[in-house]
């Protein structure tokens, strides 16, 4: 898997949106972008996943650039519940396996 | 659907102690996997399995076994265990398409080696 580099922590505003960068230089053709988290204590949580072109779901929005070697998850309206850390994977989509780095701990402060 | 579940939620061995980890889907998931999750630090890929009769070592494999008899069930054994598997071991499935979906985790289970 492509190495990916990510922030150490970040806080966050209640209700504002969160954007959380990733770098990804090395990223191959035919490998995706994924994002998980992890609220404390619990098992990793998908979270959304894209190629190159932008992606949005109910959760989270990806915006990948065009030479693909970085990234940004955004959450629209952080919440309290939002806090946990936040895993960017790159993996082929013939891969199963996801390699977890450090991640990114984002606090949503009140 | 429950989901992935893991049994037993704490567990605390004797070091040399064996004991199996419990994981089961019910989602008919081809592709299971076992991590470890040290404090601070993200997960280890330790085994995974593609199917039913066929398994594969991950990052870290040593002082654990697996094996896949039904698609629903992936235990993973410590055979004799260490201070340095104290851990929090999770579990995940995913179907065999994996690169364009997403992997289902189990609650986790918290093993203290003492």
């Known amino acids: 898997d492509a190495k990916t580099t990510q922030p150490t922590s970040m806080d966050c505003a209640e209700g504002r949106a969160a954007n959380l960068p990733c770098n990804h230089s090395?990223?191959?053709?035919?490998?995706?972008v994924y994002w998980y988290r992890q609220i404390h204590s619990q098992g990793p949580q998908y979270i959304i996943h894209g190629l190159k072109n932008n992606e949005t779901n109910e959760m989270a929005s990806l915006i990948i650039t065009e030479d693909r070697k970085s990234s940004t998850l955004i959450l629209p309206h952080a919440t309290l519940r939002d806090t946990a850390v936040y895993y960017c994977?790159?993996?082929?989509?013939?891969?199963?396996?996801?390699?977890f780095g450090a991640g990114t701990t984002v606090t949503v402060r009140a | 659907n429950a989901g992935v579940t893991q049994t037993p939620k704490f567990q605390v061995l004797k070091t040399g102690q064996s004991m199996t980890l419990q994981c089961a889907q019910d989602?008919?998931?081809?592709?299971m996997s076992w991590y470890r999750q040290d404090p601070g630090m993200g997960l280890r890929l330790i085994h995974y399995?593609?199917?039913?009769?066929?398994?594969d070592q991950g990052e870290v494999p040593n002082g654990y076994n697996v094996s896949r008899s039904t698609t629903e069930d992936f235990p993973l054994r410590l055979l004799s265990a260490a201070p340095s598997q104290t851990s929090v071991y999770f579990c995940?499935?995913?179907?065999?398409?994996?690169?364009?979906?997403?992997?289902?985790f189990g609650p986790g289970t918290r093993l203290t080696v003492t």
């Open positions: 995940a499935s995913s179907r065999r398409l994996a690169g364009l979906h997403e992997q289902y």
């Open positions: 399995s593609v199917g039913a009769g066929i398994t």
């Open positions: 994977i790159v993996r082929a989509s013939s891969d199963y396996k996801l390699s």
């Open positions: 090395t990223i191959s053709g035919n490998e995706y």
């Open positions: 989602m008919n998931h081809e592709y």
